[in-house]
């Protein structure tokens, strides 16, 4: 029985106070007064590597306490974990082990961490940026004790962040050891070793400020454990739940195509340009002037005949349209309260304010020929599941639509144009606008609503036709 949620960015509404998350690429974003506006947070390129801290206990343990997994495995595959990560070529990232947890308040360095006043102190010296610790809770005792589902596999926490220079300063991991503890009883969850560490090698994608990605999002609803391998391959390993068989044992690299790029936009070598182009736009209302923040937007490559894979399906890159911009701007009618809490003048900290950046969204994609697709963000990914800047998402105001060259609100949501990119190419204004009924953003608008659209007069003439 495996359990499909990763509850993998709770925490982080907890440690970074005032801050909301971004997702669909960059977990948070620079604003006017908070790192550098419509920048992601990552971690400083300069002080390569980081450095991290590893629990000296079991990685698992049964429920009589016999070890299942040591200490060495467990260090062994978690730096395979970061390695993943380590590895990407288009981008400079490195970790190094630093050595044992140290002491804080009740833990002392050494021992087994597998209590919450321990885990408690441990994010303390988190949050001071002593110490990044990577534990593991070797019976899910900790992950119970904070009152987490039991099908939660592990989680990745900032910690601390230096909100003048934009740079993520302090983060953990706890791994939950007993999904790894030979016992698949419910609630004992059990995943194979590749799935646990490829749910384990998501929470680091967070540790290094990635958010959630949707791709192939049609996997969510089949609910199999043995996907379409070219489906699989397209889905991020930042997807906010896991889902099918473990990447690698589909013969997959762990990273998608999707990870690779947004790993490298965050923290690019210099390869990256010569190995990436980007594709940027934005969404935009029927009304084609206001823009729509929160849809997903999709570059897929087009499938080529020659090649018995479908290349649509795996090579395939996304970005949240207004993904730089915040998810709350803030208001100044009913935002002053005489309850604190209620204040919101000045919204969230984190996410740009400038306007042009409401629907604005960017990809990078290996060279090739792509088509846009803009589509919903699924209802369900909200909170700690979230992606993009809004939780929870909206509906789409439109259908889903591909882009073509003659943008309207009122073409063939299958009509579609391709888009082919050379390396270090920047290819700006791939602006969708949305297909709706009713032309404006809002259906009390006054200008135009009375006018129907071209199609809509279409679809009368032919129903008058058949008549
Ligand atoms: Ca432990
Ligand atoms: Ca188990
Ligand atoms: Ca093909
Ligand atoms: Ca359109
Ligand atoms: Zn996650």
Redesign the pocket.
Known sequence: MRPVLIASCLLLCIFFTATSLQAGGPLVVGGPKFGTDAQPFTWDPGKMPIQYRLDPGPMAVNPSNATVIDNAAGLQRVQNMFAVWQSVPTATISFSNAGPILSAGAYVTGADVATVPQFNDLVGSCKSGTQNPVMFDANGQIMSGLGLSASVIGFASGCALDSASGHLTGALILMNGKFQDGINTSPNFELTANEFDEAITHEIGHFLGLGHSQINVDLVQSQSSSCDVDKLAGLPLMFPVELCQARKDAGLPVLSPDDVSWISSLYPNPTFVSNYGTISGTIYFPDAVSQVQGVNVIARAV??????????RRIALSAVSGYLFTGNPGQSITASMPEPNENNTNGDPDGSRNPKLIGYYQVAVPPGTYTIEVEAVFPLFVGGSGVGPLSPPIAIPGSPEFWNKDESAFDFPLARDTITVSPGDKLTGIDIILNNPTPTFDQFEDSGALFGSPLNFMLAAVAEACA
Do not use: H, K, N, V
């Open positions: 499938d080529d005949p020659r090649t018995p894979q479908d290349e649509s």
